[in-house]
C-alpha cells in the first residue's frame, strides 16, 4: 500500500522526486522458518540450515546459519559473487582449491571471493556452525560442483 501511495506520488508529482519513501522496519521472529537439512546432493553428513533473510530489491546477499556436526562438510563449490562466514560455534575446516586445510574457530571471519572453489565443514572430531552471507549475482549464490571425498577432506 505504501508503495503505491508513493508511487502515485511521484506520478502526480506531489513531492519532489528526491524524496525517499522508507518502508517499515520488519522483524522476522526466530523460529518462523523452519530449519532445513543440507540436501544429499550438495552436502556430506548431518547438516542443518536456518535461513535468517534473503536478498530484496535493495540488497544483494541472504544470510544463513549453517550447522555441521563432526565429519560433515559442503561439495565444492563456487560463489559467483563471494561468500562471507562467520563462524559462531565450534571448529571447522575451509579449504580452497590447490590450498590446505584451514580450521576455523567461533569468531572467526572467512571471506572467499567470487569463483574461487573451496569448501566448508566441521572437522573430524568437532561440529561447526556459521553464518554465511552469501552475495547473490543473477539470482545465484552458488554453483555446487562435486563431493568432497574423504581423502580430500581427512588429507
Ligand atoms: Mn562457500
Same mark, same amino acid.
Given at each position: 500500500? %505504501? +508503495? !503505491? *501511495?508513493?508511487? $502515485? #506520488?511521484? !506520478? /502526480?508529482?506531489? /513531492? #519532489? $522526486?528526491?524524496q525517499a519513501f522508507a518502508e517499515s522496519t520488519e522483524i522476522f521472529p526466530a523460529g518462523s522458518r523452519p530449519t532445513a537439512k543440507g540436501p544429499e546432493a550438495n552436502f556430506t553428513g548431518s547438516v542443518m540450515i536456518d535461513m535468517l533473510y %534473503?536478498?530484496?530489491?535493495?540488497?544483494?546477499?541472504s544470510g544463513g546459519l549453517v550447522t555441521f556436526e563432526p565429519g560433515a562438510r559442503s561439495a565444492w563449490h563456487t560463489?559467483? #559473487?563471494?561468500?562471507? *562466514?562467520?563462524? $559462531?560455534?565450534?571448529s571447522g575446516w575451509v579449504q580452497e582449491e590447490g590450498g590446505q586445510k584451514r580450521q576455523i574457530l567461533s569468531g572467526d571471519v572467512v571471506w572467499t571471493p567470487p569463483g574461487v572453489k573451496h569448501w566448508h565443514g566441521a572437522t573430524d572430531k568437532n561440529g561447526v556452525s556459521h553464518i554465511a552471507v552469501s552475495n547473490v549475482k543473477d539470482d545465484k549464490a552458488?554453483?555446487? %560442483?562435486? +563431493?568432497?571425498?574423504?581423502?580430500?577432506? !581427512?588429507?
Open positions: 500500500m %505504501m +508503495k !503505491l *501511495l508513493a508511487t $502515485t #506520488a511521484i !506520478l /502526480f508529482g506531489i /513531492f #519532489a $522526486t528526491t %534473503m536478498n530484496n530489491e535493495h540488497t544483494t546477499n560463489h559467483p #559473487a563471494g561468500q562471507v *562466514l562467520i563462524v $559462531t560455534s565450534g552458488v554453483d555446487w %560442483m562435486e +563431493k568432497v571425498t574423504d581423502e580430500q577432506y !581427512l588429507d
